[in-house]
């Protein structure tokens, strides 16, 4: 290929600019240092934000509708404060005592101590709709003329037949699942569960658990205020604990703080041990860590000025940035020193090998950055941000190492420093290197067996949608959480659709029940409730109807009903006395509940789901039955709440993935087409690559693992950071003279360092207590394991396969002279 080709002047530049800085070494320090401070000082500030609301486009209806959820009412979400270890009346006392209290701290707007039994108890009748109030009329005349005709000494019945029944059970079954009685809830009036020998209160916050410094603020506030409490008199076990939205979002922000520390300080550790072990060289070592340090500065203040925080999957960036950056600098500085101990002067050395070495690098890098820029195409944040960062962060990469590393060499030089010559020819790679040109043949065939076989089993890979295998469900607000729902009979966290006006909250209900109705048992939907529902209509005429019952019911004599129906005969009695009541009459503690927070207007339906909202499916399922109402104004309103962001996230995934992936692999093809200027070296050199994904995918279905919304980002990742394996090996195999074993046993030690540090990063992770984060670091390091197999045996052994077939079809079609020497062939 002709040296005049635009890489070839390319190549030519880089070996002048890395000569440039070896010749001057401190003009290049000194800008390294100025961009290092300025990245340090724009990376200051940068938080994580785990909130699921960050990771999709503000453009989002599920977005904005959270945001207005937010303002409106203050949030989701409770900070629930458990009694725990003593007997239901000690119980009970807890929340009579510390209910009052914890109402009045400042962060509190109330709290929700018991459910509204009573209430709802003695005006149950009001909702019952007129028809089966006359039904329950005329139950009741039934009987009272019986009870007339048992009370006449002249009448005499010539069959016995038995007293018409007060019992009324179909009817009550009729309105069960209404909002009244689900909130009311079955036996006592506390949130108590006797056998767990817990109490529960719930205090709604001011304030949004998305706000991390406000959740802690709240949280802090409750803990304070019970540590100072004199406990004891509840009984010698009895204790506290706290969990809800607010606790879990702290404790969980925790959990991923702490792995992502670990991971970056393993990395680390685990990027020095193998350098250490790779150059048996401190200096060595340093020479390549400095540039890295450096990138990763100037990367993370990019992101500090672009993006001002990190989320669940950027987080994580740093040690996977350093791996890969790590990699650069071993084949760099292996190829300097194998050129220093040829005899080469340090200049000459830096000058060739970042004019081959460092574009192959650079090639590596623009291919890996490109693949990366697929992933900013999603509108799912975690993924466009991903994206960005990752590619910015392997183009800075490859910039401070043409900046320093030289720079660095030139004055280590100047010092005396000779680097510690490597033996090519012993070790593991050499070895190999010896191996496999006499056994390719049986290699090529075990190798592609196998992958063949992996592949075929590739399509019974899943896709895992329940968001609870994410997340850390070991911790103790979590387990506690989980035990909450049971208290109270349904889900503590319902989703929201916002009103304007009471007849649109009737609407909102009437819509939403009906298609409760219409999906029956396969609705998503347990029950609806609303201020504007919890007010009867038609009180008036249920009341007169409600007197005329109360004044028949009266004159029953409890004695000859049968003792079953006693106390329901007794029950009726006292709720057909109740009157008529208002919005302003329900309890407090649930009217706030749709209440908005002050100096809001409007008001809200709450939606309360029969599955698991942590649950993708089901989620699904449930987003799609409350959402898109149609109003007669023709305006249209949906539920907002953090399980329709996990559905929109999970829905965008499983849209977005397939055309991700493609366009990774298409980018990563043109680059290397482009960049390498030749058509069958890019398909050689992405050949590795695309075996180890299909192969690695094939392994997954094997040992039972699965996709998630989170480890589906390894797949293109792996794509952009395993494909510059190929690309060193064939550029080195078409230098002129190259001999495969001397070649293979250079290279392929470097190739074996870079993927080792490239998953380094992601090895961290598999230390994670996050799922989620857990699951990233197990798919990353089994495709690097794939790829490793592949790369380093199958690939090489392929390639002597070809090398000698061609070599043997040349050999054939070239006919020999008279004298027994071999002619070109006729074409």
């Given at each position: 290929m002709s040296e005049t080709r635009w890489s070839g002047r390319f190549e030519a530049a880089m070996g002048s600019l890395a000569a440039r800085s070896h010749r001057r070494p401190w003009v290049a320090l000194f800008v390294m240092l100025v961009l290092t401070g300025l990245g340090a000082f724009f990376a200051r500030d940068l938080r994580l934000n785990a909130d699921l609301a960050n990771l999709l486009p503000k453009s989002f209806p599920s977005v904005q509708d959270l945001e207005k959820?937010?303002?409106?009412?203050?949030?989701?979400g409770n900070v629930v404060v458990a009694g725990i270890g003593a007997e239901p009346e000690q119980l009970k006392q807890f929340v009579d005592d510390m209910a009052p209290k914890l109402a009045t701290l400042s962060e509190i707007r109330f709290v929700n101590a018991q459910r509204p039994s009573q209430f709802f108890d003695e005006r149950g009748l009001y909702y019952v709709d007129l028809p089966d109030l006359k039904t329950i009329e005329q139950r009741i005349d039934a009987r009272f003329a019986w009870e007339k005709e048992q009370a006449n000494p002249l009448f005499v019945r010539l069959e016995e037949e038995p007293a018409p029944s007060l019992d009324f059970s179909d009817i009550q079954k009729k309105y069960t699942g209404g909002a009244n009685m689900r909130l009311a809830g079955q036996g006592s009036t506390?949130?108590?569960?006797?056998?767990?020998?817990?109490?529960?209160?719930?205090?709604?916050?001011?304030?949004?658990?998305?706000?991390?410094?406000?959740?802690?603020?709240?949280?802090?506030?409750?803990?304070?205020?019970?540590?100072?409490?004199?406990?004891?008199?509840?009984?010698?076990?009895?204790?506290?604990?706290?969990?809800?939205?607010?606790?879990?979002?702290?404790?969980?922000?925790?959990?991923?703080?702490?792995?992502?520390?670990?991971?970056?300080?393993?990395?680390?550790?685990?990027?020095?041990?193998?350098?250490?072990?790779?150059?048996?060289?401190?200096?060595?070592?340093?020479?390549?860590?400095?540039?890295?340090?450096?990138?990763?500065?100037?990367?993370?203040?990019?992101?500090?000025?672009?993006?001002?925080?990190?989320?669940?999957?950027?987080?994580?960036?740093?040690?996977?940035?350093?791996?890969?950056?790590?990699?650069?600098?071993?084949?760099?500085?292996?190829?300097?020193?194998?050129?220093?101990?040829?005899?080469?002067?340090?200049?000459?050395?830096?000058?060739?090998?970042?004019?081959?070495?460092?574009?192959?690098?650079?090639?590596?890098?623009?291919?890996?950055?490109?693949?990366?820029?697929?992933?900013?195409?999603?509108?799912?944040?975690?993924?466009?941000?991903?994206?960005?960062?990752?590619?910015?962060?392997?183009?800075?990469?490859?910039?401070?190492?043409?900046?320093?590393?030289?720079?660095?060499?030139?004055?280590?030089?100047?010092?005396?420093?000779?680097?510690?010559?490597?033996?090519?020819?012993?070790?593991?790679?050499?070895?190999?290197?010896?191996?496999?040109?006499?056994?390719?043949?049986?290699?090529?065939?075990?190798?592609?067996?196998?992958?063949?076989?992996?592949?075929?089993?590739?399509?019974r890979v899943s896709f895992n949608y329940d968001s609870t295998k994410l997340d850390d469900v070991s911790l103790p607000s979590v387990r506690l959480d989980r035990r909450i729902d049971h208290i109270l009979g349904y889900s503590a966290t319902?989703?929201?659709?916002?009103?304007?006006?009471?007849?649109?909250?009737?609407?909102?209900?009437?819509?939403?029940?009906?298609?409760?109705?219409?999906?029956?048992?396969?609705?998503?939907?347990?029950?609806?409730?609303?201020?504007?529902?919890?007010?009867?209509?038609?009180?008036?005429?249920?009341?007169?109807?409600?007197?005329?019952?109360?004044?028949?019911?009266?004159?029953?004599?409890?004695?000859?009903?049968?003792?079953?129906?006693?106390?329901?005969?007794l029950r009726a009695v006292k709720m057909?006395?109740?009157?008529?009541?208002?919005?302003?009459?329900?309890?407090?503690?649930?009217?706030?509940?749709?209440?908005?927070?002050?100096?809001?207007?409007?008001?809200?339906?709450?939606?309360?789901?029969?599955?698991?909202?942590?649950?993708?499916?089901?989620?699904?399922?449930?987003?799609?039955?409350?959402?898109?109402?149609?109003?007669p104004d023709g305006s249209q309103v949906s539920a907002a709440g953090e399980a329709l962001i996990l559905a929109d996230i999970l829905d965008m995934v499983a849209s977005e993935g397939p055309r991700i992936l493609v366009a990774a692999v298409v980018s990563v093809f043109l680059a290397m087409w482009l960049t390498l200027g030749s058509l069958r070296n890019a398909v050689i050199c992405m050949l590795p690559t695309l075996l180890s994904i299909a192969g690695l995918v094939g392994l997954m279905s094997l040992m039972g693992l699965q996709f998630n919304y989170l480890n589906i980002v390894v797949i293109p990742v792996l794509i952009g950071t395993t494909v510059d394996a190929g690309v060193h090996l064939i550029e080195r195999l078409g230098e002129p003279g190259a001999d495969f074993a001397t070649v293979y046993a250079e290279t392929g030690r470097a190739i074996t360092g870079g993927l080792?540090?490239?998953?380094?990063?992601?090895?961290?992770?598999?230390?994670?207590?996050?799922?989620?984060?857990?699951?990233?670091?197990?798919?990353?390091?089994?495709?690097f394991a794939v790829n490793m197999v592949i790369v380093l045996v199958g690939f090489p052994a392929l390639l002597l396969l070809v090398d000698r077939w061609r070599n043997k079809h040349s050999a054939a079609s070239t006919p020999a002279s008279d004298d027994g020497t071999e002619r070109p062939a006729e074409s």
């Amino acid at each position: 290929m002709s040296e005049t080709r635009w890489s070839g002047r390319f190549e030519a530049a880089m070996g002048s600019l890395a000569a440039r800085s070896h010749r001057r070494p401190w003009v290049a320090l000194f800008v390294m240092l100025v961009l290092t401070g300025l990245g340090a000082f724009f990376a200051r500030d940068l938080r994580l934000n785990a909130d699921l609301a960050n990771l999709l486009p503000k453009s989002f209806p599920s977005v904005q509708d959270l945001e207005k959820l937010r303002t409106r009412f203050g949030g989701q979400g409770n900070v629930v404060v458990a009694g725990i270890g003593a007997e239901p009346e000690q119980l009970k006392q807890f929340v009579d005592d510390m209910a009052p209290k914890l109402a009045t701290l400042s962060e509190i707007r109330f709290v929700n101590a018991q459910r509204p039994s009573q209430f709802f108890d003695e005006r149950g009748l009001y909702y019952v709709d007129l028809p089966d109030l006359k039904t329950i009329e005329q139950r009741i005349d039934a009987r009272f003329a019986w009870e007339k005709e048992q009370a006449n000494p002249l009448f005499v019945r010539l069959e016995e037949e038995p007293a018409p029944s007060l019992d009324f059970s179909d009817i009550q079954k009729k309105y069960t699942g209404g909002a009244n009685m689900r909130l009311a809830g079955q036996g006592s009036t506390y949130y108590l569960d006797p056998q767990e020998r817990m109490v529960v209160m719930l205090l709604k916050a001011k304030g949004s658990s998305a706000d991390l410094g406000y959740s802690k603020k709240v949280i802090t506030q409750v803990e304070d205020y019970l540590a100072k409490q004199d406990l004891s008199k509840y009984g010698p076990g009895f204790h506290t604990a706290i969990t809800g939205t607010f606790k879990k979002k702290i404790d969980q922000q925790a959990v991923i703080t702490g792995d992502l520390a670990r991971a970056s300080s393993l990395a680390l550790v685990l990027l020095l041990a193998y350098l250490i072990f790779h150059f048996r060289s401190g200096l060595s070592v340093g020479l390549t860590m400095v540039p890295v340090v450096a990138g990763l500065s100037w990367t993370y203040g990019f992101v500090g000025i672009a993006y001002g925080q990190v989320n669940l999957l950027t987080g994580f960036l740093a040690a996977v940035l350093g791996g890969l950056g790590v990699e650069h600098g071993i084949h760099l500085l292996g190829r300097w020193g194998t050129l220093r101990s040829e005899g080469m002067t340090s200049e000459e050395a830096v000058r060739e090998t970042f004019k081959h070495t460092g574009f192959s690098a650079l090639i590596s890098a623009l291919v890996a950055a490109l693949t990366f820029l697929s992933l900013s195409w999603s509108e799912f944040r975690a993924f466009h941000e991903f994206g960005v960062i990752a590619a910015v962060g392997m183009m800075v990469s490859v910039a401070s190492y043409l900046l320093i590393l030289p720079a660095l060499l030139g004055l280590v030089s100047r010092w005396g420093w000779v680097p510690r010559e490597h033996q090519s020819q012993s070790g593991p790679m050499a070895m190999l290197a010896r191996f496999l040109p006499r056994r390719y043949r049986a290699v090529a065939l075990v190798i592609g067996v196998a992958l063949v076989g992996l592949i075929s089993q590739a399509y019974r890979v899943s896709f895992n949608y329940d968001s609870t295998k994410l997340d850390d469900v070991s911790l103790p607000s979590v387990r506690l959480d989980r035990r909450i729902d049971h208290i109270l009979g349904y889900s503590a966290t319902p989703v929201v659709v916002l009103t304007d006006s009471e007849g649109m909250e009737r609407e909102v209900v009437k819509q939403l029940q009906a298609r409760k109705e219409k999906f029956g048992k396969d609705s998503t939907i347990d029950f609806v409730g609303a201020l504007e529902d919890l007010v009867p209509r038609q009180q008036e005429e249920k009341h007169a109807l409600l007197q005329s019952i109360h004044k028949k019911l009266q004159r029953i004599d409890p004695e000859r009903v049968d003792k079953a129906q006693r106390d329901d005969l007794l029950r009726a009695v006292k709720m057909t006395a109740a009157k008529p009541f208002v919005r302003e009459d329900l309890p407090e503690s649930l009217r706030r509940q749709f209440e908005p927070a002050a100096g809001q207007k409007g008001g809200v339906v709450l939606v309360y789901a029969n599955v698991s909202l942590s649950d993708g499916v089901g989620t699904r399922r449930f987003t799609k039955e409350v959402r898109n109402l149609q109003m007669p104004d023709g305006s249209q309103v949906s539920a907002a709440g953090e399980a329709l962001i996990l559905a929109d996230i999970l829905d965008m995934v499983a849209s977005e993935g397939p055309r991700i992936l493609v366009a990774a692999v298409v980018s990563v093809f043109l680059a290397m087409w482009l960049t390498l200027g030749s058509l069958r070296n890019a398909v050689i050199c992405m050949l590795p690559t695309l075996l180890s994904i299909a192969g690695l995918v094939g392994l997954m279905s094997l040992m039972g693992l699965q996709f998630n919304y989170l480890n589906i980002v390894v797949i293109p990742v792996l794509i952009g950071t395993t494909v510059d394996a190929g690309v060193h090996l064939i550029e080195r195999l078409g230098e002129p003279g190259a001999d495969f074993a001397t070649v293979y046993a250079e290279t392929g030690r470097a190739i074996t360092g870079g993927l080792l540090t490239s998953a380094i990063g992601f090895l961290a992770l598999v230390f994670a207590k996050h799922p989620g984060l857990n699951s990233i670091g197990d798919l990353a390091n089994l495709g690097f394991a794939v790829n490793m197999v592949i790369v380093l045996v199958g690939f090489p052994a392929l390639l002597l396969l070809v090398d000698r077939w061609r070599n043997k079809h040349s050999a054939a079609s070239t006919p020999a002279s008279d004298d027994g020497t071999e002619r070109p062939a006729e074409s």
